[in-house]
């Protein structure tokens, strides 16, 4: 086996470990292989032995490496996990299958709108700062629900779900827990949670997708 074929049947088999455990369906969990900074050599190993979820922080990197990739490789589903910009959303539309980083009314409006020109819908999950942090990208957590109902409501963008980043250098379990905890209020599907170092408490907590990068592809 490749080194990207044993990593991936690894984090794989972790997974399903997880699931188990915490008496969630097999398959209720998702892998986001996040290729950011890493080129299409890197990449194209993970496509061929079959994983086509992945994610991308950056609108302008995954322009230039995904459309080939994609044409080689039919039925990859992209992610976009870092913050748009609003002039930025109609390359993403064209791009990405799945927005996770929704996180202010302006950029929800911007995807709404853009979606109505162009037709296509992508999957949209609302970012939330679990963490409160000064600098750090998301809507607060006392906004979530304000902004999910502005969506639905005003914009008629449908959304399935929520995405954090924990504060780095603290437990995560207490944030992924709180993320879970306003899914389930407002009734949303999809939580995606966990990075390398933390996807196994995600899952725990109710993750149902995670998004792994350096465990997958080394560091970057
Ligand atoms: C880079 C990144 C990841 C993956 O991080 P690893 O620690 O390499 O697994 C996950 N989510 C987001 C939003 C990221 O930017």
């Known amino acids: 086996m490749s080194d990207a074929a044993e990593r991936l049947a690894h984090i794989r088999a972790t997974i399903a470990r997880a699931e188990a455990d915490g008496g969630r369906i097999s398959g209720a969990v998702s892998l986001v292989a996040v290729s950011k900074t890493h080129d299409g050599v890197a990449i194209r190993p993970f496509l061929q032995v079959g994983q086509r979820v992945f994610g991308e922080n950056r609108v302008q990197e995954a322009k230039g490496k995904w459309p080939e990739l994609r044409h080689e490789f039919p039925g990859v589903e992209l992610h976009l996990i870092g913050p748009l910009q609003s002039n930025k959303v109609r390359d993403a539309l064209a791009l990405f299958d799945v927005i996770e980083t929704i996180d202010r009314p302006k950029l929800a409006r911007a995807v709404a709108d853009e979606i109505q020109r162009c ?8 970012q939330v700062n679990i963490g409160r942090e000064g600098q750090k990208a998301g809507i607060d957590p006392d906004q ?40 389930k209020e407002l009734a949303l599907a999809e939580i995606s949670m966990g990075m390398s170092g933390d996807y196994l408490q995600a899952i725990a907590c109710g993750a149902t997708s995670v998004r792994v990068g350096s465990a997958l592809f080394g560091p970057r």
Do not use: E
């Not at 037709?119 to 609302?126: D, E, K, N, S």
């Open 144 to 183: 979530t629900t304000a902004l999910v109902d502005l969506c639905r409501q005003q914009f008629h963008l449908p959304i399935s779900g929520l995405m954090c980043i924990p504060p780095a250098g603290l437990d995560p379990v207490p944030f992924f827990r709180q993320l879970a905890a306003l899914a």
């Open 119 to 126: 037709g296509r819908q992508p999957r949209c999950l609302v």
